[in-house]
Nanobody, 116 residues
Framework: QVQLEESGGGSVQPGGSLTLSCTAS????????MGWYRQNPGKERELVAW???????RYAESVKGRFTISRANANNIVNLQMNNLQPDEAAVYYC??????????WGQGTQVTVSS
């Protein structure tokens, strides 16, 4: 059993910045892949960024150079620094964990609002 809890969502104007944080807990000792996804009603969840336990990172093309994903506290926390946010990036942002067997775990999500 793995539990993920997100925080840091809020409302910003276009061009603003926000930092999200996800804390993982449960039966895991170490983590393989953690990441952030975002989703609007009626759409599939969209990958924003991944990070591996060794520090390797992958970003969606649209956020490269503006967003930074990182891990802290022995890899049980993953953060997402988001800069220059745009209106079409308003969404519920979800923390994701994938174990070595490929099983996905999701947090409850945190709302990010970007005014037009």
């Amino acid at each position: 059993q793995v539990q993920l809890e997100e925080s840091g969502g809020g409302s910003v104007q276009p061009g603003g910045s926000l930092t999200l944080s996800c804390t993982a807990s449960g039966s895991l000792v170490s983590m393989d892949v953690m990441g952030w996804y975002r989703q609007n009603p009626g759409k599939e969840r969209e990958l924003v960024a991944w990070i591996l336990s060794g520090g390797g990172k992958r970003y969606a093309e649209s956020v490269k150079g503006r967003f930074t994903i990182s891990r802290a506290n022995a890899n049980n926390i993953v953060n997402l620094q988001m800069n220059n946010l745009q209106p079409d990036e308003a969404a519920v942002y979800y923390c994701n964990f994938v174990n070595v067997g490929g099983k996905n775990y999701w947090g409850q999500g945190t709302q990010v609002t970007v005014s037009s």
